[in-house]
């Protein structure tokens, strides 16, 4: 809730006023999981609002972790549940959230996807994971970048993204994340427009009808109308604009997918990050080798367009990109 929503609840409660203000310290600031803990609050305070309500912060339900260090946690989602992952790194440690709890886009070669979809994830369900994360006070960044597609459940996201970088909560700059999509178009504009956060385009094919079999949505979305339609967007500030690639081998590797990439992206300020395949059971995707993904880099990078290799994290867990799922 917001600021003015919990004030709503103060007064129809006939609280002291100033108890809004006391609310929102305790549960953004203070990260407060249950009203009781509340010391300032009046007893009378605590126990109408234990009533009816709950703060929504709740603790991950299982944790795993990486031999590179990498946490994998499971946390609950109503009657469902929902993994992100923490991944330090030296100086810097990043969170990477879930917006759905499987997800409908059906991509080839994710193992959400072939989860299906299961639910949208609720503004709370999806901020939980960054409060509730035992971590929490070491994130320098957090990316959307986990289960289901962020700009398909809009408004949550969006609401969320509100909780995170307004002075009234988290308060953090919205260059510290990052929103990753396949390109939903429509929903696309309007990030575009209302939010400053940094947006990740999941590309992973320049040509229509490969990208086609890799991602349905490509059938709706072509790359190209993707890719005009940011083209029309100013990045010369600090917001950053990336696409995600990961590379299948003898499949998205060759000449000419980095020849289609140059003048699809040409002029654009961006950059490509290139991530190995991690393989999915019952696909017959295979992974390239370190020569394949040094190659594809350098030969991007050589026509302009700047590109790095993702380092592959978690891959044990199956905590890596393309690997959350709680199908079981």
């Given amino acids: 809730m917001t600021p003015a929503e919990i004030q709503e609840i103060v007064e129809?409660?006939?609280?002291?006023k100033f108890t809004g203000k006391q609310l929102v310290d305790w549960i953004?600031?203070?990260r407060c999981a249950n009203f009781d803990a509340m010391s300032n609050l009046s007893k009378k305070s605590r126990e109408l609002l234990t009533e009816r309500y709950e703060v929504g912060l709740f603790a991950p339900l299982k944790a795993q972790t990486s031999s590179d260090s990498t946490k994998k946690y499971l946390f609950p989602a109503g009657d469902l549940t929902v993994e992100a992952a923490y991944i330090p790194d030296r100086d810097r440690a990043t969170l990477c959230v879930s917006t759905q709890v499987g997800c409908q886009m059906d991509c080839l070669f994710c193992a959400t996807g072939k989860q299906g979809f299961e639910k949208n994830l609720s503004t709370a369900e999806i901020v939980n994971q960054i409060l509730s994360l035992p971590e929490f006070d070491t994130?320098?960044?957090?990316?959307?970048?986990?289960?289901?597609e962020p700009l398909n459940n809009y408004d949550h996201l969006m609401r969320s993204l509100d909780i995170l970088t307004?002075?009234?909560?988290?308060?953090?700059?919205?260059?510290?994340?990052?929103?990753?999509?396949?390109?939903?178009?429509?929903?696309?504009?309007r990030f575009l427009s209302?939010?400053?956060?940094?947006?990740?385009i999941s590309m992973h094919s320049p040509f229509h009808d490969e990208r086609m079999k890799l991602m349905p949505i490509e059938k709706n979305y072509p790359i190209k109308e993707v890719v005009h339609l940011v083209k029309q967007h100013d990045w010369h500030g600090q917001?950053?604009?990336?696409?995600?690639?990961?590379?299948?081998?003898?499949?998205?590797?060759?000449?000419?997918?980095?020849?289609?990439?140059?003048?699809?992206?040409?002029?654009?300020?961006?950059?490509?990050?290139?991530i190995r395949y991690h393989a999915v059971p019952g696909i017959a995707l295979k992974s390239p080798d370190n020569n394949t993904m040094a190659y594809f880099r350098d030969a991007l990078n050589d026509k302009g367009i700047i590109a790095t290799i993702r380092a592959s994290r978690g891959q044990d867990i199956d905590a890596a990109c393309g690997l959350l799922s709680t199908k079981r």
């Fill in 12 to 16: 129809q409660f006939g609280l002291p």
């Fill in 194 to 200: 209302e939010s400053k956060c940094n947006l990740a």
């Fill in 139 to 148: 994130l320098t960044n957090i990316v959307f970048m986990g289960m289901g």
């Fill in 239 to 274: 917001r950053r604009l990336s696409f995600e690639y990961i590379v299948f081998k003898d499949l998205n590797d060759t000449k000419d997918h980095i020849k289609e990439m140059a003048r699809l992206l040409g002029g654009l300020r961006c950059r490509v990050n290139l």
């Fill in 28 to 30: 953004y600031n203070k």
């Fill in 166 to 189: 307004q002075e009234w909560a988290l308060g953090w700059s919205p260059t510290r994340i990052t929103v990753s999509t396949c390109g939903v178009i429509p929903n696309l504009k």
